[in-house]
T-cell receptor, first 110, second 113 residues
Framework: DAKTTQPPSMDCAEGRAANLPCNHS???????VYWYRQIHSQGPQYIIH???NNETNEMASLIITEDRKSSTLILPHATLRDTAVYYC???????????FGGGTRLMVKP | DTGVSQDPRHKITKRGQNVTFRCDPI?????LYWYRQTLGQGPEFLTY????????KSRLLSDRFSAERPKGSFSTLEIQRTEQGDSAMYLC???????????FGQGTRLTVV
């Protein structure tokens, strides 16, 4: 699975959009971009995934650049409960496990 | 859908003792995964099952570790002769098939003293 690079930490004001970047310059054509988050003392929680096109669900939006070498997870209106570590993972759908990096620790502040 | 359940949530044991953790996956999820997470790090893959077959094991899974999923439903992870370095959160996840998202349990936090 391709490696990803994320900033170790970010702050966001409550109610504002949180934009979390991820670089995956070695991604190959059949690899998807997955995002999970982990709130303190809980297991990781799936957020969203995509291949080429931008994706949106009830939790977030995923913007993937045209060359697919980077992506951004957008939480449109961050709340205090969105404070968590966010992991960007690249893998193909035949992959048997998720390879987590260090993630981005997002702190949403009032 | 009751989610992935792990038991116990916390375990404190003395060095050298054996411990066993249980994971109950979401019903009808045929794939089950075990991960280990130490403080400040992301989860690391240990092993996974498709139904009752253990298909892959990480190098992290030393011979003191054994995992089973005897009837393709719940799974157990046993650590023999625990060491202080085994202190970590042990996470279980399940999924239906290849191209679906994995659902994680709350984890079992092991402390070896």
């Amino acid at each position: 699975d391709a490696k990803t690079t994320q900033p170790p930490s970010m702050d966001c004001a409550e109610g504002r959009a949180a934009n979390l970047p991820c670089n995956h310059s070695t991604i190959s054509g059949n690899e998807y971009v997955y995002w999970y988050r982990q709130i303190h003392s809980q297991g990781p929680q799936y957020i969203i995934h995509g291949l080429k096109n931008n994706e949106t669900n009830e939790m977030a939006s995923l913007i993937i650049t045209e060359d697919r070498k980077s992506s951004t997870l957008i939480l449109p209106h961050a709340t205090l409960r969105d404070t968590a570590v966010y992991y960007c993972i690249v893998r193909d759908n035949a992959g048997n496990m998720l390879t987590f990096g260090g993630g981005t620790r997002l702190m949403v502040k009032p | 859908d009751t989610g992935v359940s792990q038991d116990p949530r916390h375990k404190i044991t003395k060095r050298g003792q054996n411990v066993t953790f249980r994971c109950d996956p979401i019903s009808e999820h045929n794939r089950l995964y075990w991960y280990r997470q130490t403080l400040g790090q992301g989860p690391e893959f240990l092993t996974y099952f498709q139904n009752e077959a253990q298909l892959e094991k990480s190098r992290l899974l030393s011979d003191r570790f054994s995992a089973e999923r005897p009837k393709g439903s719940f799974s157990t992870l046993e650590i023999q002769r625990t060491e202080q370095g085994d202190s970590a959160m042990y996470l279980c996840a399940s999924k239906r098939q290849e191209n679906t998202e994995a659902f994680f349990g709350q984890g079992t936090r092991l402390t070896v003293v």
